[in-house]
Structures are given as structure tokens and as C-alpha cells.
């Protein structure tokens, strides 16, 4: 699985977008960008995830370059329940890989 | 039903005791996770089971030993644990065919004292 690097921290006023980066610059051909948090000693949560093309749902939006190398999480209007640790992921979609986690980015959501 | 079921909830065992954690879906999914995770620390992968095999042990101590006994069912034996094996431990799973995201547990707290 290709390596992920975020931010170790973030913060963001309730109310505003939250933006949050993650670089995937080693990123194969076959591996999806997945996106998951982790509130305070819960088990991770999935959020979105991508191949190469945008996607939003109900949670967020995920932006992916062109060039696969990085992505953007949005939370469009965050509020306090999204305080949480969020880790980008690259994994192919070949079910038995390792799913492995970075060291994510503590988001604070501030009131 | 789209659960992970992770029991017990927590657990305090003794460096001599023998304990089990439980993991449970069913959701037909064919790759099982453990996963470990200490205090402000990611989730750490431990055993990856694919179809009821063992795929992947990331040079985990033999104190601890998985099994997964049917499609539904992953358990984790726990023996001679030490007091740094105190964590959080997480169970996951997910399709091996199609993209799509892992379910995970709430997790087991375990405690060795």
C-alpha cells in the first residue's frame, strides 16, 4: 500500500468547512483513496473514499488531483461531533491487502 | 446488519491468565482484521485473515494467537500477556471482491495487570 502523509493537527470554527489534506504521491494505479475517523477510543468510522474521480455523499466530499498524487477531505459545515482523528488510506481493492493507517490528523472542531 | 460485534467490551486479565477476545459479522465478508492500538497511536495491523486463512502476521509475539473458525467468527487467544499488551484492540472486515470500506468494531479495552 502506498504511503500516506497528513498533517499531525488541525483546527476548524464550527459552522466553516474543514479542508483536510493528505499526499499519496506514491499512489498505484489500483489502490482507492479511503478516508475514515476515529473519535475519541471508538473504532474508526469510514467516511468517503476515491479512485480518481470526485465523490461527495452525505459526510464529505472527497478532491482528488489529476495526477492521483494528493487528495482533500471537506466537511462542508463542521460541527463539534467532528472532532476526531481522520486518516487518509491507500488500499487496492483486493479485500485480503493490508489496511494500514498513518498517523491521521487530530481535527478540533472549535466552537 | 452492517455490525462488527467485538466482545467483551473490556477485560482485566493477569500475566498468567488465558483469555479470549470474540469478533463477529455477518455481512459475508471474507477478510478479517486485528488490529492494536495504544493510547494517542494509530491502529496498528496485527493478523489479516482471508477466507477463514491466515494471509498476513505482522511479526506479532506468539502470545497471541488468532483463529478464525467459520466465515462469521474471528477470535483472538491471548496467554502470558505482559502489561505493555494493555490496548485497545480492534476487530475489522471487508469484501475481498468489490471497493469498498472496512467495517470496524468498537473494540475490546483490555488491561493486563
Known amino acids: 500500500d502506498a504511503k500516506t502523509t497528513q498533517p499531525p493537527s488541525m483546527d476548524c470554527a464550527e459552522g466553516r468547512a474543514a479542508n483536510l489534506p493528505c499526499n499519496h504521491s506514491t499512489i498505484s494505479g489500483n489502490e482507492y483513496v479511503y478516508w475514515y475517523r476515529q473519535i475519541h477510543s471508538q473504532g474508526p468510522q469510514y467516511i468517503i473514499h476515491g479512485l480518481k474521480n470526485n465523490e461527495t455523499n452525505e459526510m464529505a466530499s472527497l478532491i482528488i488531483t489529476e495526477d492521483r498524487k494528493s487528495s482533500t477531505l471537506i466537511l462542508p459545515h463542521a460541527t463539534l461531533r467532528d472532532t476526531a482523528v481522520y486518516y487518509c488510506i491507500a488500499i487496492s481493492n483486493f479485500g485480503n491487502e493490508k489496511l494500514t493507517f498513518g498517523t491521521g490528523t487530530r481535527l478540533t472542531i472549535i466552537p | 446488519d452492517t455490525e462488527v460485534t467485538q466482545t467483551p467490551k473490556h477485560l482485566v486479565m493477569g500475566m498468567t491468565n488465558k483469555k479470549s477476545l470474540k469478533c463477529e459479522q455477518h455481512m459475508g465478508h471474507r477478510a478479517m482484521y486485528w488490529y492494536k492500538q495504544k493510547a494517542k497511536k494509530p491502529p496498528e495491523l496485527m493478523f489479516v485473515y482471508s477466507y477463514e486463512k491466515l494471509s498476513i502476521n505482522e511479526s506479532v509475539p506468539s502470545r497471541f494467537s488468532p483463529e478464525c473458525p467459520n466465515s462469521s467468527l474471528l477470535n483472538l487467544h491471548l496467554h502470558a500477556l505482559q502489561p505493555e499488551d494493555s490496548a485497545l484492540y480492534l476487530c475489522?472486515?471487508?469484501?475481498?471482491?468489490?471497493?469498498?470500506?472496512?467495517?470496524f468494531g468498537q473494540g475490546t479495552r483490555l488491561t493486563v495487570v
Open positions: 475489522a472486515s471487508r469484501p475481498t471482491w468489490r471497493d469498498t470500506e472496512a467495517f
